[in-house]
């Protein structure tokens, strides 16, 4: 399995901005599309938002107002943007990288990073 | 969106014991279905994708069918290291949507 990291503050408060980047193996970047997905507390897992090769960014209607992905390729890293954070953004934020079963076909996600566990609180 | 529903949340069985996990789609997804393993503290892991495909690495005791709307996880013999939770996820709109969960525990 591919080797993805996640990286951000473990603790934001209310109403502060969450940044969060994900490291991924040197010189995939622009081959893969990836994503972020988050899981509070004993919970399911909720998809937030991806970043196509193309450089289009698709987002979950239920934060698109708040959320912005964006990639940095000279560190092999991507980066989720999520604003006016609330108690119920709180949860373990995974990055994941999509693959595609053959040409043309949707993609899935095939690797996951091990998730970084954001806490949000005064 | 489209929903995933999977059934039963919580399953009871034994090692050695075939299970079969349920998940349906509120509209068809054609073949476009994975399912994840997931261990406490630990990411989810791909084990199906393409409904029936199973991935590199995965036990053969596992094995996936189904296409438009219903689908099926199966585990032929469960072994001890299969105790966890099972997500199904629909990956034919890009508002990708995930099934709330079965949690396959010991008997």
């Known amino acids: 399995q591919v080797q993805l990291q996640e990286s951000g503050p473990g603790l934001v408060k209310p109403s502060e901005t969450l940044t969060l980047t994900c490291t991924v193996p040197p010189g995939s970047i622009l081959d893969y599309c990836w994503s972020w997905i988050r899981q509070p507390a004993g919970k399911g897992l909720e998809w937030v938002g991806r970043?196509?090769?193309?450089?289009?960014?698709y987002y979950n209607p239920s934060l698109k107002s708040r959320v912005t992905l964006s990639v940095s390729t000279s560190k092999n890293q991507f980066s989720l943007r999520l604003t006016s954070i609330t108690a119920a953004d709180t949860a373990v934020y995974y990055c994941?990288?999509?693959?595609?079963?053959?040409?043309?076909?949707?993609?899935?996600?095939?690797?996951w990073g091990p998730g970084a566990l954001v806490t949000v609180s005064s | 969106d489209i929903q995933m529903t999977q059934s039963p949340s919580t399953l009871s069985a034994s090692v050695g014991d075939r299970v079969t996990i349920t998940c349906r789609a509120s509209?068809?997804?054609?073949?476009?279905l994975a399912w994840y393993q997931q261990k406490p503290g630990k990411a989810p892991k791909l084990l199906i994708y393409?409904?029936?495909i199973l991935e590199s690495g995965v036990p053969s005791r596992f094995s996936g069918s189904g296409s438009g709307t219903e689908f099926t996880l199966t585990i032929s013999s469960l072994q001890p290291d299969d105790f966890a939770t099972y997500y199904c996820?629909?990956?034919?709109?890009?508002?990708?949507?995930f099934g709330q969960g079965t949690k396959l525990e010991v008997k």
């Open positions: 970043l196509h090769t193309s450089g289009n960014t």
């Open positions: 393409k409904a029936s």
């Open positions: 996820q629909q990956y034919n709109s890009y508002l990708y949507t």
């Open positions: 994941a990288r999509e693959r595609r079963s053959g040409p043309g076909e949707p993609f899935f996600f095939d690797s």
């Open positions: 509209q068809s997804i054609s073949s476009w």
